[in-house]
């Protein structure tokens, strides 16, 4: 089992950051794929960004503006959420898949005021 901890979320104002943190703990070995997905009121859930061995990907609606990094060492994965608009309005959720098993996390609530 994996356990997946997100941390800060919170309200911004547009053009403002935040940084969310994922902390991964139980049997976290073999994590090959970390993700954030972002589900806004009355939305599906939509990928914003992912990071496998080093490489990255995302959703053009973010790209320039956020960033997805991992630190094995702390068993984190980040995002920094930079030109937060309003649109970003979300909760925001970590993802891990470790082996055929998706793990989710318990989202955490980002607010962008205009």
């Known amino acids: 089992q994996v356990q997946l901890v997100e941390f800060g979320g919170g309200l911004v104002q547009a053009g403002g950051s935040l940084r969310l943190s994922c902390a991964a703990s139980?049997?976290?070995?073999?994590?090959?794929?970390m993700r954030w997905y972002r589900q806004a009121p009355g939305k599906q859930r939509e990928l914003v960004a992912g990071i496998t061995s080093g490489t990255t990907n995302y959703a053009d609606s973010v790209k320039g503006r956020f960033t997805i990094s991992r630190d094995n060492a702390k068993n984190t994965v980040y995002l920094q959420m930079n030109m937060l608009k309003p649109e970003d309005t979300a909760v925001y959720y970590c993802y891990a898949l470790r082996g055929a098993t998706v793990y989710w996390g318990q989202g955490t609530q980002v607010t962008v005021s205009s």
């Open positions: 139980g049997s976290i070995f073999s994590i090959n794929v």
